[in-house]
């Protein structure tokens, strides 16, 4: 028996039985996520776009055979949980308002700005989160469109250190380079994908500055490939 | 009940075994496995309608690994004083000795690369559908697996050595 069959024998002689998962609570849940992802789904979109509200409310939604990045979880919105399980009829819930300054990345897409940007959400049962962060696009009139938004969904959205990053989903019309926010005193934050080192683009959130939001470079971390680390280094160089 | 509820019942009672060893053997940490596991049944239910008649199972594995490589950033802990459950003595003994071994050899590993281990050589999966479920290159899939192998023969004799070594 080679090692790599030791290994495979190893894996299979430890697995034991089911433990007992509350599936009562798993359904719960998962209504209650079904139902955010279509509220979210609504509130993404524009008012200009209601066709693409409804592209974008399925790709959040449901993604054939692809499910969606999920440590980044669903969009989080406020609203009366709908009895119903049919989709949400767009599109009355306004798009999120943005809390503080726009950062404007750099990044363009045709005459768009992609900008990110810090938005209020509320999670239910979890007080201590009350911002997610937005990735979206500016028209040259100032109309925003939320493409992607990241929120905690559990702990303290201020807690130092790394937060939810959101990857390109293919789901908005531009894409979206990764990004996220690191509450600390970061000064670079570097990530790890196949062994080769990347530098973020850094913005402090003009409301509170220990947020710092990054993001990268699509031509440097292709939008929607995955990180394999990422640190942050405060201005000494020391890890944070 | 909704309609197709007791159908995702039947699916997680039937899934959840493998789902948390899986979770388990990339994360070390029972209860985050437990956890992980929860977290992919709960959002294979909030898909179940387009997926119940597709391929569940893969999809919930999808989700599940995708959710633990993402967590990379959070310690990972060991609980080297896990229960075990009731068997005969002699295979608590042997099932110690062969998770002991293989909690030391899979911490060697970085969590890239425990989770191509774990869906390559506990799941089977072909290096094309690694990479696709990764979102990493095939070539990133052998590479990994490569040097993963690399650490395991380094690591030292497996518990079944150790086993025929008493006898």
Redesign the interface.
């Known amino acids: ?1 080679n ?2 069959d ?14 007992t ?3 009562v ?3 719960r ?3 209650r ?2 139902t955010r ?1 279509r509220i979210a789904g609504v509130g993404v979109a524009t008012l200009a776009t209601a066709l693409a509200a409804i592209v974008v409310m399925v790709a959040v ?2 993604r ?4 969606p ?4 979880p669903p969009p989080v919105a406020v609203s009366p949980t709908p009895k119903s ?1 049919e989709p949400t009829p767009p599109p009355s819930t306004p798009p999120p308002k943005p809390l503080g300054r726009i950062v404007d990345s750099g990044v363009r897409h045709g005459a768009d700005q992609r900008v990110y940007y810090v938005v209020q959400v509320s999670v239910p049962g979890q007080p201590r989160v009350s911002i997610g962060l937005a990735a979206g696009r500016r028209a040259p009139d100032g109309t925003l469109t939320t493409d992607i938004l990241v929120n905690d969904v559990e702990g303290a959205d201020r807690s130092p ?2 937060h939810q ?1 959101g990857y390109d989903e293919r789901s908005a019309a531009a894409p979206v380079p990764a990004f996220g926010y690191f509450v600390g005193p970061a000064q670079r934050i570097v990530g790890t994908v ?1 062994g080769r080192q990347v530098d973020a683009r850094l913005a402090r959130w003009s409301l509170d500055k220990q947020v710092v939001i990054f993001w990268f470079e699509p031509a440097e971390l292709t939008p ?3 990180l ?3 640190i942050a280094r405060d201005g000494s160089g020391r890890r944070l | ?2 309609r197709g ?1 007791g159908e ?2 039947e699916f ?2 039937a899934a ?3 789902l ?2 899986a979770a388990f ?1 990339m994360t070390g940490d029972h209860h985050r496995a ?1 956890d992980a ?12 309608s ?1 997926i119940r008649d ?2 569940a199972y893969g ?1 919930a594995r ?2 599940l690994v ?2 633990l ?5 959070r310690p990972l802990r060991e609980y080297p004083t896990e229960e075990v ?1 009731e068997q005969r003595r002699d295979d608590v003994a ?2 110690v000795v ?2 002991r ?2 909690t030391a ?1 899979l911490g060697a590993l ?3 690369e425990r989770a191509i ?2 869906l390559r ?2 799941f089977d999966l072909p290096e094309a559908q690694v990479a696709r479920e ?4 095939v070539g ?1 899939v052998k590479s990994t697996s490569s040097r993963a ?1 690399e650490k ?2 380094a690591a030292g004799p ?4 150790n086993q025929e070594a008493r006898r």
């Open positions: 028996m090692e790599l030791r290994l495979r024998d190893a894996m299979r002689a430890t697995e034991r039985s089911a433990p998962l509350d599936l609570a798993v359904i849940e998962g209504r996520l079904r992802r939604g449901a054939p055979g692809e499910p990045p999920v440590d980044r399980e250190g790394f990053i196949d929607g490939q995955r394999d680390g990422i | 009940m909704a509820d995702f019942v997680a009672q959840t075994a493998r948390v060893h053997l437990e596991a929860q977290t992919a049944l709960v959002r294979t239910y909030a898909s179940w387009r597709d391929d999809y999808r989700v995708n959710h490589v993402d967590g990379w950033r459950p042997d099932e062969t998770r071994w293989l050899i970085s969590p890239r281990v774990v050589y506990y990764l979102a990493i290159s990133t192998l395991l023969r497996s518990a079944a050595d």
